[in-house]
């Protein structure tokens, strides 16, 4: 897959693309893009997906900071794995925010994207304060000469299946739901930092994840997890939260290793939630803590 972070770059073919923000890139979003790619596949078109930096993104979300749902090279594996041949992820700067919805389609689409077919959502808005719809889009593509297909709202448990409603489940500690409808566990990902050593000392050694972009904050709790260390699986206990039992300032995420002794301070990894197991307690005496932590190790080994 070619991947174009120049915003200045124009592509070289003629493209169906896929437009969107496509953070996590959810069963509705691959359902969109796959409808994409086989149009493409009839028309002989290069199978395109136009997104936007989270990195950049995010710095013009108000009161939302950490809600990113994947990060950036989260979101270049997936779509390389779905078979995109073509990823152009443009950073969301000022100028792109002040574009007008006819600039943004002269410029990106027909210009650099040299786009034939275009794939968005129910609800896609674009432009200077989102003047930009779909009536707007399929208007314009018959004035520049290309086709709009419009996809319509994908459910799961008649609910419509959003990014938004996904960190609504994440932010309530409701993982299991929300992996299902990612279709794949909600991981974040970072580098492990030396923490204050306590787990240790109760005889559960703790990695401690310096996150690597500013994912949604799940609920403060217990959870099962899988961690990605090399590629390799490992069960493991994580517990995202602010430890009430040392009366600790902010929050963390520290993840205990089940059967797992090795050094891995500065490894980069990977921790997916796969369920919750129980909210954040202030226990009275270390005593009390071991003995909880010991059994949420039990359960989790229970059920896997």
């Given at each position: 897959m070619k991947v174009m972070l120049n915003k200045y770059t124009n592509v070289e073919m003629d493209t169906a693309v896929a437009i969107g923000n496509f953070d996590g890139l959810h069963l509705g979003h691959q359902y969109l893009i796959e409808e994409m790619m086989k149009m493409a596949e009839k028309k002989g078109l290069t199978k395109a997906v136009f997104t936007f930096d989270n990195n950049t993104l995010v710095q013009f979300k108000t009161n939302k900071v950490n809600n990113i749902l994947m990060s950036n090279s989260q979101k270049i594996l997936l779509l390389e794995n779905m078979g995109i041949e073509l990823l152009y992820l443009a950073d969301f700067t000022e100028k792109l925010m002040h574009m007008s919805p006819y600039d943004f389609i002269k410029q990106i689409i027909v210009e650099k994207l040299r786009a034939k077919l275009v794939v968005i959502g129910f609800n896609y808005k674009f432009g200077y304060k989102a003047q930009g719809d779909v009536e707007f889009l399929k208007k314009a593509g018959k004035n520049f000469g290309f086709e709009v297909v419009v996809i319509d709202p994908i459910t799961y448990g008649n609910k419509i299946i959003s990014s938004s409603y996904i960190r609504e489940l994440?932010?309530?500690?409701?993982?299991?739901?929300?992996?299902?409808?990612?279709?794949?566990?909600?991981?974040?990902?970072?580098?492990?930092?030396?923490?204050?050593?306590?787990?240790?000392?109760?005889?559960?050694?703790?990695?401690?994840?310096?996150?690597?972009?500013?994912?949604?904050?799940?609920?403060?709790?217990?959870?099962?997890?899988?961690?990605?260390?090399?590629?390799?699986?490992?069960?493991?206990?994580?517990?995202?939260?602010?430890?009430?039992?040392?009366?600790d300032v902010g929050f963390?995420?520290?993840?205990?290793?089940?059967?797992?002794?090795?050094?891995?301070?500065?490894?980069?990894?990977?921790?997916?939630?796969?369920?919750?197991?129980?909210?954040?307690?202030?226990?009275?005496?270390?005593?009390?803590l071991k003995i909880q932590v010991k059994s949420d190790i039990e359960k989790i080994i229970e059920s896997n």
């Open positions: 994440i932010n309530n500690g409701l993982v299991k739901e929300a992996n299902a409808l990612l279709g794949r566990p909600f991981t974040v990902s970072g580098t492990i930092v030396k923490g204050k050593g306590r787990g240790k000392g109760l005889g559960f050694a703790t990695a401690n994840l310096k996150q690597d972009t500013n994912y949604q904050m799940p609920k403060f709790g217990v959870y099962k997890t899988n961690t990605y260390i090399n590629g390799k699986s490992y069960l493991s206990i994580t517990n995202i939260g602010s430890n009430p039992t040392f009366d963390s995420i520290e993840t205990h290793i089940i059967d797992f002794n090795k050094d891995i301070y500065g490894e980069k990894i990977e921790i997916s939630l796969l369920d919750f197991i129980r909210e954040e307690v202030k226990f009275t005496d270390k005593d009390k």
